[in-house]
């Protein structure tokens, strides 16, 4: 415990030592940016031990509770059906963001990957659902962008 103390206190007096030495170096208009940056590293940077404290990481349940969940929708667990399965729900969120962002009304997505995707990350086809029309090139972006060998836009 006493180590875990000195090395925290060790990192703030390195980062304040450093900090103090970008304010010097940094130009006298960028002074307050420089300043600004370093304290909300600073801030972090000391709360980060603090918050390991209360010993609760909220994403190790969330993921717990998918698995879980997976589990009991298939009465078992294959690894790499888990990975396959868990990697095509977030890249098709990712997608669904990504198109919202670009000003797309995307209703649904699909992705299916390589049965060996846990091996090689291979994503076989997209299929997306936009309502209404768009001058974007969709497929080439999802194509350039996921590296997958097929995709389909339908417009509805």
Do not use: W
């Amino acid at each position: 415990m006493i180590s875990a103390i000195e090395a925290y206190i060790k990192n703030i007096a390195v980062f304040m030592i450093l900090s103090v030495a970008a304010g010097i170096a940094a130009p006298e208009k960028y002074k307050k940016y420089v300043d600004f940056a370093c304290g909300l590293i600073l801030v972090l940077a000391a709360a980060g031990p603090l918050m390991s404290l209360s010993k609760t990481d909220c994403s190790k349940y969330f993921d717990e509770s998918y698995y879980t969940n997976f589990q009991e929708e298939n009465n078992s667990v294959d690894t790499e059906k888990f990975f396959k399965s868990t990697a095509e729900n977030r890249i098709c969120a990712d997608i669904q963001s990504e198109l919202a962002l670009m000003g797309l009304d995307c209703e649904n997505v699909s992705v299916k990957t390589d049965d060996d995707f846990y091996n090689n990350g291979v994503i076989d086809s997209i299929e997306v659902k936009i309502n209404g029309s768009t001058k974007m090139d969709v497929v080439s972006y999802l194509k350039d962008r996921y590296g997958a060998k097929n995709v389909e836009v339908i417009h509805g």
